[in-house]
């Protein structure tokens, strides 16, 4: 079975705060892919990173690093030194060929920072 | 910049009555989705099409439909609309099917 878990419904820092989002996720398939996207209060999904199974680089683009790990099937999210704009809803969600290319997502953390 | 939009941002219909809800995407992308995003569940694919006139069922069809005549345009249809409808329909896009997504603003669905 395919699955993905953000175990953190909610979580709540303070500016400035170094924060870390968690993603596990299942799947018996050797190629797959697995994204972060973003949903601000305006309701609209913003995509973050895409990334394949086959490249467990951890990535950073500017204070957003991704942690991908293959033996703890995890891939993580950090916002280092957060802002009042990173208050938003984000997903995880993995793509395998045997769901037909179908977007599987977890249940979205709530991260709001409080200034 | 790919451009997703939806009909309306929210719609409040009656129960038994026909809903429409429309996506246009602007990218030529072949591939495009309807989700549905209730509390505590995440996003749930319900339709997904790969190509005009071409169509998949996702996780949760029971109750909807879709219609793809033209590659940019995909709608989703509520033949009649329930209470337990109520939910935000979220519409996508890619242009294959291993790569992201664009999403649309999205449409607030309440019927009463």
């Known amino acids: 079975a395919q699955k993905v878990t953000q175990a953190q419904t909610e979580i709540s820092v303070v500016e400035k705060e170094d924060v870390t989002l968690d993603c596990v996720y299942e799947?018996?398939?050797?190629?797959?892919?697995l994204f972060w996207y973003k949903q601000p209060p305006s309701g609209e999904l913003v995509f973050l990173i895409r990334?394949?199974?086959?490249?467990?680089q951890n990535e950073i683009s500017g204070r957003y690093s991704w942690n991908f790990q293959k033996s703890t099937s995890s891939f993580n999210f950090t916002i280092t030194a957060s802002q009042v704009v990173d208050s938003a809803v984000y997903f995880c969600?993995?793509?395998?060929?045997?769901?037909?290319?179908?977007?599987?997502f977890g249940q979205g953390t709530e991260l709001s920072v409080k200034p | 910049d790919v451009k997703v939009t939806q009909s309306s941002r929210y719609l409040v219909k009656r129960t038994g009555e026909k809903v429409f809800l429309e996506c246009v995407q602007d990218?030529?992308?072949?591939?495009m989705f309807w989700y549905r995003q209730d509390p505590g569940l995440g996003l749930r694919l319900i339709y997904f099409?790969?190509?005009?006139?071409?169509?998949e069922k996702g996780d949760i069809p029971e109750g909807y439909s879709v219609s793809r005549e033209k590659k940019e345009r995909f709608s989703l249809i509520l033949e009649s609309a329930s209470t337990n409808q109520t939910s935000m329909y979220l519409c996508?896009?890619?242009?294959?099917?291993?790569?992201?997504?664009?999403f649309g603003p999205g449409t607030r669905l309440t019927v009463l």
């Open positions: 996508a896009s890619s242009v294959f099917s291993d790569n992201e997504q664009f």
């Open positions: 969600a993995l793509l395998t060929y045997n769901q037909g290319g179908k977007l599987i």
């Open positions: 799947t018996r398939d050797t190629t797959y892919y």
């Open positions: 990218m030529d992308h072949e591939n």
């Open positions: 099409s790969y190509d005009v006139k071409m169509k």
């Open positions: 990334r394949n199974s086959f490249d467990e």
